[in-house]
């Protein structure tokens, strides 16, 4: 019979995670963001995530709002490596070639997500949907989508005080 075991930091201070997509670049887009809700996000160290077998590396703004720790992660990876040297040799024909890792985005489903914006402390659902709309204005966003934080699979990775920039 399995065991069920519960993550203490899930179950409180969950923060609002709204998916976005772009038809920007991440600079562009956060100098957007910053345009219309004075966010004042600027470039942090670069965040590491770790899915599989792989571990990619994604750019992350951080900024502030009233009251609020705001981070704008890029869903897209700026590269990606294995995480063991020998699984970058391939089989059997090409065993001897290296085979390259997969760029792989860390929120797949939903589609089209190119950017997560993570808000601490967790938005009431009024102040979510003031959010939206303002989004739904906003040239150049053409989709948002909140993301319950507990069905964020690797949500640790976003974790972003207790999180390690390094390899």
């Not at 995530?49 to 990876?77: A, D, M, Q």
């Not at 089989?91 to 190119?114: M, Q, T």
């Not at 948002?144 to 640790?156: M, N, S, V």
């Amino acid at each position: 019979m399995g065991r069920l075991v519960l993550n203490v930091q899930d179950e409180n201070d969950n923060p609002s995670v709204l998916g976005l997509s772009t038809t920007l670049n991440d600079i562009a887009f956060v100098f957007k963001l910053n345009q219309v809700f004075n966010w004042k996000l600027k470039r942090a160290p670069d965040l590491f995530c770790y899915l599989g077998e792989v571990v990619t590396r994604h750019v992350l703004f951080k900024g502030g709002g009233s009251g609020e720790n705001i981070h704008v992660f890029w869903n897209h990876p700026e590269s990606s490596n294995w995480i063991s040297k020998d699984l970058s040799k391939g089989a059997g024909l090409f065993s001897e070639e290296i085979e390259v890792a997969p760029f792989l985005r860390f929120i797949r489903k939903p589609k089209n997500i190119d950017a997560l914006i993570v808000i601490e402390p967790e938005l009431s659902q009024n102040e979510m949907l003031i959010l939206q709309k303002t989004m739904y204005k906003t040239s150049s966003i053409v989709g948002t989508k909140p993301l319950p934080w507990l069905e964020i699979k690797g949500r640790e990775n976003l974790r972003f005080d207790t999180q390690k920039n390094e390899l």
